[in-house]
């Protein structure tokens, strides 16, 4: 089971953190990912990190803005989001997939595993 949490309203230029906790004893075998949609739009992958930290990925949009971490003890993935702008604002939803992937050619369809999504709200 997968919890997200950390979403709100934040003004252009702000910072959110949104974590999600997931159940379960190995959580340290599973790729993990964040994902955004916006109304009417598609859910676009936004990052992702390999099972021990070694390798992450970030969409284009967010490279530079966002970091993604993960802390293996505690079984939760984090994603700092910082200098936030309107067009950040969406439905994001955390993801599991068991094992490690070029997590680049990731999308979607590979994640086995949904938490519910929590609301970023970026007013200019």
């Known amino acids: 089971q997968l919890q997200a949490s950390g979403g709100g309203l934040v003004q252009a230029g702000g910072a959110l953190r949104l974590s999600c906790a997931v159940s379960?004893?190995?959580?340290?075998?599973?790729?993990m990912g964040w994902f955004r949609q916006a109304p009417g739009k598609e859910r676009d992958y936004v990052a992702a990190?390999?099972?021990?930290?070694?390798?992450?990925y970030y969409s284009n949009s967010v490279k530079g803005r966002f970091t993604i971490s993960r802390d293996n003890a505690k079984n939760t993935v984090d994603l700092q989001m910082n200098s936030l702008r309107p067009e950040d604002t969406a439905v994001y939803y955390c993801?599991?997939?068991?094992?490690?992937?070029?997590?680049?050619?990731?999308?979607?369809?590979?994640?086995?595993?949904w938490g519910q999504g929590t609301q970023v709200t970026v007013s200019s």
């Open positions: 990190i390999s099972p021990n930290s070694g390798a992450t």
């Open positions: 379960g004893r190995t959580f340290g075998q599973y790729s």
């Open positions: 993801a599991a997939v068991r094992g490690s992937y070029a997590l680049p050619n990731l999308n979607r369809r590979d994640y086995s595993y």
